[in-house]
């Protein structure tokens, strides 16, 4: 085997494992999408009924479970910890703004709406009829 041999068996071997690599990071960034999109339908939930946007009880659930599911893994649950302190407190800074948005008053809900779910299309048609003629019966 000589040098050369070595130099691209090692390269093979780097080009095999950099594949996984980038499998993991962009599984790691499907996961991370998925769980924003639940994070801020959690926070418009807490802005329409006035909850506070951080739960620290929660949290401290959450971080006891990580550590415990990193230690079976194999992974520094000091690490779990930290990744997961970091995720938590974008989401917080998320559902602040979502607080602070006057997007979320109850009449423009968008999970529960309160107001009766024809509203919107009664009101819609209501707009049609008095603008397309061939709406209204008198036409
Ligand atoms: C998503 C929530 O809001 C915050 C964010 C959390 C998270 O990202 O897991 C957990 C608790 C809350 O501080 C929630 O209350 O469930």
């Not at 068996?9 to 962009?26: F, G, M, Q, W």
């Not at 979502?98 to 968008?110: E, F, G, K, Y």
């Amino acid at each position: 085997m000589t040098t050369r041999d070595i130099d691209e068996n090692v390269r093979a071997e780097l080009n095999r494992l950099r594949e996984s690599i980038d499998n993991i990071d962009a599984a790691v960034v499907h996961m991370l999408a998925e769980r924003f999109k639940c994070t801020q339908q959690v926070g418009h939930l807490k802005a329409q009924h006035h909850l506070p946007p951080a739960d620290p009880d929660r949290e401290s659930r959450q971080i006891e479970r990580l550590r415990q599911l990193a230690e079976s893994a194999k992974l520094d649950p000091a690490f779990a910890e930290k990744l997961l302190n970091f995720i938590i407190a974008e989401v917080i800074r998320h559902h602040e703004t979502i607080a602070a948005s006057p997007a979320d008053s109850p009449q423009t809900d968008r999970i529960a709406p309160k107001t009766a779910p024809n509203a919107a299309a009664s009101t819609a048609t209501n707009t049609a009829a008095s603008t397309d003629p061939k709406a209204s019966p008198d036409a």
